[in-house]
């Protein structure tokens, strides 16, 4: 199976800044088919990229994914108090689906 | 968008079966498209995929687990079923059921749509 590997483990920030998230995968990922979730405390993860960059439907344009083979990004342009939050990639182009451990993106 | 609401019980015994189920409302199961999975949280830890399952039927569980998970579909009550037999501490976590969304030719499903999640503890 795929295994992904999700950086830094946490990473603190200010309102405002911009936060860049790492995804790397242990082998290619078909057709760029990786998703990012986000997951507050408490709640369930939502959908926020599919496809490696397309929004899914509601999410911000500060929100964009990049990346290709092994190596994903998802970056949030300006930090909104309502952003911090655990985020988790997901790989879907080789069976079976696998997700990362996740990043923690804390307020500093 | 549709609505996905697990239930079932919040602490379960040790070597017991655990039983979850998931309300659909808002669309149909039996309008197909979509794949019907269950997802996991260990407190405090990452998310693991245990499987899914279509309107039909058909089954595809994580071949990284054992075989103590069970998948079913009810239409007529627009819900799905998750059981897990033999539970151990390892099995207590939140659960929760979300669509699967197909990804493209050849690939697997991201979910597009969850529910609140439950949280079952499984303790003596």
């Known amino acids: 199976e795929i295994v992904l590997t999700q950086s830094p483990g946490t990473v603190s920030l200010s309102p405002g800044e911009r936060a860049t998230l790492s995804c790397r995968a242990s082998?290619?990922?078909?057709?760029?088919?990786l998703a990012w979730y986000q997951q507050k405390p408490g709640q369930a993860p939502r959908l926020l990229m599919y496809?490696?960059?397309s929004r899914a439907t509601g999410v911000p344009d500060r929100f964009s994914g990049s990346g290709s083979v092994t190596d994903f990004s998802l970056t949030i342009s300006r930090l909104e108090p309502e952003d911090f939050a655990v985020y988790y990639c997901?790989?879907?182009?080789?069976?079976?689906?696998?997700f990362g451990g996740g990043t923690k993106v804390e307020i500093k | 968008q549709v609505q996905l609401q697990e239930s079932g019980p919040g602490l379960v015994k040790p070597s017991e079966t655990l039983s979850l189920t998931c309300n659909v409302s808002?669309?149909?199961?039996?309008?197909?498209?979509?794949?019907w999975g269950w997802i996991r949280q260990p407190p405090g830890k990452g998310l693991e995929w245990i499987g899914y399952?279509?309107?039909?039927?058909?089954?595809y569980y994580n071949p990284s687990l054992t075989s103590q998970y069970r998948l079913s579909v009810d239409t007529s009550k627009n819900q799905f079923s998750l059981k897990v037999s033999s539970v151990t501490a390892a099995d207590t976590a939140v659960y929760y059921c979300?669509?699967?969304?197909?990804?493209?030719?050849?690939?697997?499903?991201?979910?597009?749509?969850w529910g609140q999640g439950t949280l079952v503890t499984v303790s003596s």
């Open positions: 979300a669509r699967g969304q197909l990804g493209g030719d050849n690939a697997d499903y991201y979910f597009d749509d």
């Open positions: 808002g669309g149909s199961i039996s309008s197909g498209g979509h794949y």
């Open positions: 399952i279509y309107y039909h039927g058909h089954t």
């Open positions: 082998q290619s990922v078909s057709n760029n088919y």
């Open positions: 496809g490696a960059s």
């Open positions: 997901q790989q879907y182009g080789r069976s079976p689906l696998t």
